[in-house]
């Protein structure tokens, strides 16, 4: 069970990092697998989440209102679509400090100032910001005229200084006029320039899970479909049926570091000898018979010849070794718990669910009690 449940995290993992990139079904499938290698309560909030999501089309307390009966008249013309387009935006309701914050954004010289932050802001700082901003200016929220291009520069703004190598490269050119020449869809490629690999509304969706729903006035196409070249606007269909083809080659590559990983991990057992303990009891090794280290009572399990080989100062530095792994694993554990809680709460504050908060309230965080008795046991309270 133990080595499933290392699989189930890694395929949380996997998942994670699928959902950052707005790959959802690569997501589901990967938690889906980890439910079913070992079940865990961050792998069952995650899908719920995302399922949520998915059914409500995103439907909290952020929700666009209905569409008059003007906005829904069908265009005849591209003229008539972009007028009724611009017509949807600043025909809602905004107030003066809306239409404040999007001039702000339109007069920034550079993605520093669009996000209020310092030239030298690490990642959180940045993502502090973009959240702020980022919900301040959705065009489901904010109905002031430009506030659909502004939340389009915040998104740039922290696609280009959240990825190192985009922002050595911007920092050198130092405005966002010289170094994105691309501005008709505002979206920015990790590979080439400012045309994007991920749009605004992914991006979004990457930090909240979709809280607000895309309608036709504001959706963005997806910058990950169709760009192979800086002419190129869409891939023709025989185009699209070569990547779909190299699906699979794309997915080996992927996974390569994990495999690569697992066999080295393979090798590494197979090379190093079997410690003499088990933290818990291993009828395979013969290690079922328990015994507790005289410092700290950790209980551990060792074999009918343990007693004769190890005597005296090799029995002490097993027990020293014994409680090292015990406080590591308690030290993990508890991390994990606070991950699972942070997780629970942050979803409850995005789908503003009183049932995923009361949950995260009710955790009895065992290791981190744990790991409180054992760090007043090492200051000798």
Not at 56 to 80: H, I, L, V
Not at 123 to 134: C, G, H, P, T
Not at 233 to 253: A, K, L, N, P, Y
Not at 361 to 372: F, G, H
């Amino acid at each position: 069970m133990e080595g499933n449940r290392d699989e189930a995290e890694k395929c949380i993992g996997i998942a994670r990092e699928a959902l950052e990139a707005g790959n959802r079904d690569r997501a589901l499938r990967f938690l889906g697998k980890a439910q079913k290698l070992y079940p865990t309560e961050t792998a069952r909030v995650l899908l719920e989440a995302i399922m949520k999501n998915g059914s409500t089309a995103g439907g909290g307390a952020y929700c666009r209102k209905p569409a008059s009966s003007s906005d829904q008249s069908k265009p005849n013309s591209t003229k008539e679509s972009n007028a009724s387009s611009a017509a949807g935006e600043s025909g809602k309701g905004y107030n003066k400090d809306q239409m404040e914050g999007v001039l702000s954004v339109k007069k920034c010289k550079n993605y520093y100032e669009v996000l209020g932050v310092s030239k030298d802001a690490g990642e959180e700082d940045l993502k502090k910001a973009y959240r702020k901003l980022a919900l301040k200016f959705h065009p489901d929220k904010n109905h002031a005229p430009g506030a659909t291009e502004a939340f389009k520069k915040i998104g740039n703004a922290y696609a280009v200084l959240s990825n190192p190598e985009k922002r050595k490269q911007y920092d050198l050119t130092g405005s966002e006029e010289q170094t994105c020449n691309h501005p008709s869809n505002g979206r920015f490629n990790f590979h080439r320039g400012c045309e994007a690999d991920i749009t605004p509304e992914d991006l979004f969706n990457m930090f909240f899970g979709g809280a607000f729903p895309t309608g036709s006035v504001h959706s963005f196409s997806n910058g990950r479909a169709g760009y192979s070249h800086p002419n190129q606007h869409r891939q023709s269909g025989h185009e699209r049926e070569e990547e779909r083809g190299d699906g699979g080659f794309s997915m080996v590559i992927q996974l390569m570091p994990i495999i690569v990983l697992i066999f080295v991990s393979l090798l590494s057992q197979l090379m190093v000898s079997n410690p003499p303990y088990a933290l818990y009891s291993r009828s395979s090794t013969g290690q079922t018979i328990k015994m507790q280290t005289e410092n700290l009572g950790v209980i551990y399990y060792v074999n009918k010849d343990f007693r004769n080989e190890y005597k005296g100062v090799s029995l002490q530095k097993v027990e020293k070794s014994v409680e090292e792994d015990y406080v590591s694993n308690v030290r993990n554990n508890c991390w994990k718990e606070r991950q699972q809680k942070t997780d629970l709460l942050y979803a409850a504050k995005v789908y503003r669910d009183d049932r995923l908060r009361k949950k995260a309230e009710s955790m009895s965080m065992e290791n981190c009690k744990e790991l409180e008795r054992l760090t007043s046991l090492y200051r000798g309270g």
